[in-house]
């Protein structure tokens, strides 16, 4: 079995300090994306490139205290791709990819942060252009690979993704033109949805974040923002599922698939 993580830390000096390394210890991962890391080089070397015994691969923000994504991961990878070529979105640290090819194998594994537009219009717009942009990157990379892409997409795709949907459909994060290049993913785009293959009918279960408003996290008011999106060959092998929510590392919850293969 191949255990494999996601969490959005927002920030991993704080995450750290809430006990993150020792939850990672316990549970043993294979690979762990995280994203929104909010560190740069400088302060990830020495202190934050291994995690539990895991080493750490990175696609760092330019902008200090911004964004960035990693992977920590018990196998070396043949290949690291930082970035997706597009330099509006790769100078914000939004993308790293581990290859693990083998003779007549070629598969990945994928940590990615998706923008979010609820600051306002103009991080909208910049959403909306990620989206347009990474849905032909992955249609390419679908037909050279096997890839699980790990990630706090800042979508909530259906009703059921989130406590109060009626309230929020004039939102980012639920918006039509949003879940509606959600769904086309995972129709046309031919990528697989792997918790809601394996729940599709879950609500308050499925929630990985919450805002810090109002008592959210307390009322369980939540949202599902953070995905394993996966080609069918290996969502195929998705087993069990778990969002652990008995300790707050961030805002967000760490989601684990067990899958039935290996690197």
């Known amino acids: 079995m191949f255990k494999l993580t996601s969490l959005n830390l927002n920030g991993i ?4 300090s809430k006990g993150l390394q020792a939850w990672v210890g316990q ?13 740069r080089a400088d302060d990830v070397a020495g202190r934050f490139d291994q995690l539990a ?14 964004s960035g994504v990693g ?10 791709i930082t970035g997706m070529g597009v330099p509006e979105f790769d100078a914000e640290g939004r993308y790293v990819e581990l290859r693990f090819d083998s003779a ?38 679908k037909t050279e ?3 699980v892409l790990c990630g706090d997409v800042n979508i909530a795709h259906q009703e059921i993704d989130l406590k109060n949907w009626k309230s929020n459909q004039k939102n980012s994060g639920f918006l039509p033109e949003e879940r509606a290049w959600m769904s086309k993913l995972l129709s046309d785009g031919g990528l697989v949805d792997v918790y809601r293959r394996l729940h599709p009918g879950t609500t308050d279960e499925a929630y ?10 307390a009322k369980n008011v939540g949202w599902r923002l953070d995905y394993h999106l996966a080609t069918n060959g290996l969502a195929s092998g998705a087993r069990t599922v778990s969002i652990y929510k008995a300790e707050k590392f961030s805002d ?12």
């Open 13 to 16: 000096r704080s995450a750290s």
């Open 27 to 39: 549970t043993a991962p294979d690979c762990i994306c995280v994203q929104e890391i909010k560190a």
């Open 53 to 66: 015994n895991l080493r750490g691969y990175f696609h760092f923000a330019e902008k200090k205290g911004y």
């Open 71 to 80: 992977i920590y991961s018990r196998r070396e990878p043949s290949d690291v």
């Open 104 to 141: 007549g194998t070629k598969r990945s594994i994928i940590s990615c942060y998706f923008p979010s537009g609820s600051s306002g219009e103009d991080r909208q717009r910049v959403k909306f252009r990620f989206l347009d942009a990474i849905y032909p990157y992955l249609q390419r990379l």
């Open 145 to 147: 690979r096997e890839f």
């Open 208 to 217: 990985t974040w919450w805002s810090n408003r109002g008592q959210a996290y």
């Open 252 to 263: 967000h919850a760490p989601i684990t698939i067990a899958y039935d293969w290996t690197l």
